[in-house]
């Protein structure tokens, strides 16, 4: 049986020296955050790109759906319950984005992309963060009420 690491390939071998994962999450969140925004500020006259931004932040929420579902992953259940349904409203939200330019919706992802890693962060430094998802356009069919939590695993 592979390990969470074997399954993920790439993306651990792109943690730096002594950077835990926690902090190789944070960097690829705001990565992503920091792309998707580019692709939203040069608008709908660069489509390609703007999809491609959509598809690797996505890409990236399915590392985190392989690493929650793992079994040897050692964050507490409803964390994992939370952040699974966050990513569900990631899928969901990009599918719509990809289909047509929509700067609301990847604000959005932007936002919870932005949150997630300052949980991360606060997390190193045992610091509580709420994820409040009431405060993000709904896509069709996506149930997100009561969605908080503190990111503190």
């Not at 994962?21 to 990565?31: G, N, V």
């Not at 500020?41 to 489509?47: A, H, P, R, T, V």
Request: charged share 20%; proline share 5%.
């Amino acid at each position: 049986m592979q390990t969470t690491e074997q399954k993920l390939g790439v993306y651990t071998q792109h943690q730096r020296g002594n950077e835990d994962s926690r902090e190789t999450d944070k960097r690829a969140l705001l990565i992503c955050a920091g792309q998707l925004q580019s692709c939203v500020d040069l608008g709908k006259e660069n489509m390609p790109a703007y999809q491609e931004c959509l598809k690797k932040n996505q890409q990236l929420w399915t590392m985190f759906q392989v690493a929650l579902t793992d079994p040897e992953n050692e964050l507490p259940q409803d964390l994992k319950i939370l952040l699974l349904n966050i990513s569900r409203y990631i899928d969901k939200t990009s599918f719509q984005a990809i289909a047509s330019f929509n700067p609301a919706l990847v604000k959005s992802l932007i936002n919870i992309n932005r949150v997630i890693a300052e949980g991360l962060a606060n997390s190193l430094k045992s610091l509580p963060v709420t994820i409040d998802m009431q405060q993000a356009p709904q896509p069709n069919a996506i149930n997100t009420e009561n969605m908080t939590a503190n990111v503190t695993a």
